[in-house]
């Protein structure tokens, strides 16, 4: 019997599958022990003779295509030459986040922790940088072992606004733009930032002494900048500057959403050194 923590992620899957295949995944499952009448009876006796959700994904009938083409619709990156058994661990990967977000349950989790007390704006922009990039890294788990989270936060779409957007630029070494992404809805912004350090394996390292700028419009909009350096597993690849939007949430006060961030990455295969200065990306 699939897990209750795996139901909702099976139970998604199975309603992009066409009938046809839903049917006849159900008898292969089941092994025509049972009569199946209808679309609820597929996915009742799959749900109930299945192991788990490891179980049914790698059955012969899930064909890496199908597997492929679901997690596109979810906006879920995987390398198009990847075998059959890494696309199933990035579709169960995914569904986990999914339910972790999902379970957010208490005033902590349901934007960044600061406080409304805080007396600066650059204690305020060490604070969120020290929070977010630990949050984010954590996301793999080589690294959430690595560097644990002092928190009990679990990245997640609840830390963006709803209509938050997202511009990552990244440059080669001599300043060329080599990429350009943009991505609007928290959903969105969630799953392109998990995938970069999931899919990509990149470590953000903030600097969180003198690459930390922060300062607050007078419709109360903050906006902080951090910059640092970009590992992939123990090699410094490169250099970042993002920038934050932060808006108050509308029910506490003491809650802050991100409205909007850009992200720079420089790539360089030269010696790096953290970048200590931010003033191009303030203004």
């Known amino acids: 019997m699939i897990a209750e923590a795996e139901k909702a992620g099976i139970l998604d899957f199975l309603d992009f599958l066409k009938p046809s295949d839903l049917f006849a995944l159900a008898d292969v499952i089941t092994r025509r022990l049972i009569k199946i009448a209808s679309i609820k009876d597929a996915k009742d006796g799959i749900c109930f003779y299945a192991s788990s959700a490891s179980d049914v994904l790698h059955r012969q009938k899930i ?8 997690l596109y619709t979810k906006r879920v990156y995987v390398d198009p030459n990847g075998l059959k058994g890494t696309i199933v661990t990035r579709t169960l990967e995914f569904w986990k986040q999914e339910n972790q977000s999902n379970e957010v349950a208490t005033p902590s989790n349901t934007g960044t922790p600061l406080d409304i007390n805080i007396t600066t704006l650059e204690q305020m922009g060490v604070i969120f940088g020290t929070w977010f990039y630990q949050i984010l ?4 788990p080589v690294y959430k072992q690595m560097c644990p989270s002092k928190s009990d ?11 938050c957007q997202l511009l990552l630029t990244e ?5 060329f733009v080599m990429s350009e992404t943009s991505q ?9 930032l998990s995938n970069l350090v999931l899919t990509r394996e990149i470590f953000f390292q903030p600097n969180l002494g003198s690459g930390v700028q922060a300062k607050q419009d007078v419709h109360g909009l903050v906006q902080i900048v951090l910059c640092g350096t970009v590992y992939h597993q123990n090699t410094c690849i490169g250099v970042f500057e993002q920038v934050f939007g932060l808006v108050r949430d509308l029910v506490r006060t ?5 409205q909007f961030t850009k992200l720079n990455m420089r790539h360089n295969s030269t010696p790096l050194e953290e970048p200590a200065h931010v003033q191009s990306v303030c203004n």
Request: one cysteine or more; charged letters at 15%.
């Open 63 to 70: 064909t890496k295509q199908l597997l492929f083409d679901y």
């Open 137 to 140: 890294n954590s996301v793999h």
């Open 153 to 163: 936060d679990v990245f997640s779409t609840s830390h963006f606004s709803p209509e």
């Open 171 to 175: 440059f080669n070494s001599a300043g």
């Open 184 to 192: 609007q809805s928290a959903n969105e912004c969630f799953q392109y």
């Open 254 to 258: 003491d809650i802050w959403k991100i």
